[in-house]
């Protein structure tokens, strides 16, 4: 949130925003690639991250039209990146071939165009845009206001402009690395989580970050170099990335990478190479990322599984970096998660509990620290997050290894900052999840969250390699039966076409069905603002069922009738309960089971897998329903209204 004393009565803002940098080899007799262009592309890939106001500048290559010295060029807008791309129509920029762009999101206060970044300042040579939260904002904006520094924006984001250009001013003038060494200085001087990018006019083809606690990559070209929110930024151009690491100050131009400490020490980052491409970022015509990304589930799973059991069906987990000694004496796990991914979370509880019989606890990252948990180096936290970046986890991970735990992360993005700073990650191989509602991204979490009980439970001795081997045909089994469900969603288009105007939708689940009941409720909520809960089937008596009322629609997540114990019994009595106060009972239940025709309005068929694996199946409706009545009410499924796929403040 922005600082107190941000001005502007209740304006408090944090951001999760998207950043690119871009900067080529030019010069007037031979132009480089423009500047603009590549940064719009990178903003257009990165909307996802932040969609209430968009901006670029741009370091002009030669002299303006009238004749003015070569400087910079920028443009902002409050609302989509369309509105700027339209602004940029209309009143061009300057070309140039460096360049930066920001699209925003904002927790409070109505985004407006002076708030949108680049904030420039005073002489508008030097253009900063920034993602996080400066915390010290209010004493450093009063220091400046005391020196006579006047405020265009109620942005936090501004104290660093203008404390950049003062340090820039008392520096060597024209000295080369001058605008990285200020930054340095700035960094020094600011508390909270920032990613900062800055170009100056008399630092022609360079563009200087910096990162504490907020994402930035570098990608690497041939002629060109880039700076990105993540690497999503520069995928159109380049596979080949530097991670950047806690407090670093990274300045790039065409043919030229250096990174050091914001105490000046020199570091080598680290190189990784992006292991998918800019195709499998674009829709593919599909009507929305979201739909294709449902459509990728079968080959999510099935990447995430590939080359993770030897010829004998054993489980081969090669990114783990925990000694198996350490994981032989582990005595409780710790899932730590938000959103979805906390979801996916709930499921791998019920699976790691009954194959290793290790006590699982899984909490919001957001309570974990908060409600001081009992952390020895015997528990294994296991932190799940597709974006690797959500700051409530990171601040949970830190916590968790101050106390002595041992981390492993369970995330789909290389080079982001949870997998870096815990002690092993195991990736998803889901591929980039664009649309801000996770889809594919939960299956894959559910995959590697199995496939390590498996593992645990082979290394410590609770599964006998055959057992093991024959969930890992369960597994393999799951991308058709998932396929079958993608091949059969008709009817729950259909539904969706009917109830896209119910107040309110339920939705219950017992066992694995619990979280999928959750996940279920969430999606609804997220994507077409209805309000939807999602509750343990058993629970409902206990007060959620005086919410019924007649034509209330309830989703029922059926487990499988061959199932153990009484499951499947009790959730036909749950769904019996409800459908006696006059629901409308939507049942999500396998092939073949007719034991529910009796108290279903609707029965939605999901093929028959045994039941863990049914969380990866009997989901893909209910994200199949939440997408068509939010694509009934005409709303935008890839960026529903509030929201950022990457949520990088806490
Ligand atoms: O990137 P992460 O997996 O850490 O994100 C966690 C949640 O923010 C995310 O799952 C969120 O709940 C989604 N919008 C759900 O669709």
Redesign the pocket.
Known sequence: MMPPGAGGGATSVGRMCGIVGFTGSSSAAAPGPEGLAVVLEGLRRLEYRGYDSAGVAVLADGPGADGTPPGLTSAKRAGRLARLVEALEESPLLEGSTAIGHTRWATHGGPTDANAHPHLSADGRLAVIHNGIIENYAVLKAELQAEGVVFASETDTEVVTHLLARTLAEQPAGGAGALAESMRRVCRQLDGAFTLLAVHADSPGTVVGARRNSPLVVGLGDGANYLGSDVAAFIAHTKEALELGQDQVVQITATAVEVTGFDGTPVTPRAFTVDWDAEAAEKGGHPWFMDKEIHEQPKAVADTLLGRSDAAGAMVLDELRIDESTLRGIDKIIVI?????AFAGYVAKYAIEHWCRIPVEVDLAHEFRYRDPVLTPRTLVVA???????MD?VMAVRHAREQGAKVLAICNTRGSTIPRESDAALYTHAGPEVA???TK?FLAQITACYLLGLYLAQLRGNLFPDEVAAVIGQLHAVPAAVQEVLDGAEAVRALARELVDAPTVLFLGRHVGYPVALEGA??LK?LAYIHAEGFAAGELKHGPIALVEPGQPVFVIVPSPRGRDSLHAKVISNAAEVRARGARTIAIAEVGDDAVLPHADVVIRVPAVPTLMAPLVTVVPLQIFAMEVATAKGYDVDQPRN?AK??TVE
């Not at 799940?384 to 959500?390: K, V």
């Open positions: 998660a938000c959103g979805t991914a799940i997050s597709q974006s690797g970046e959500t986890v801000v509602a996770s991204a969430l999606k997220e929201l990457s949520v």
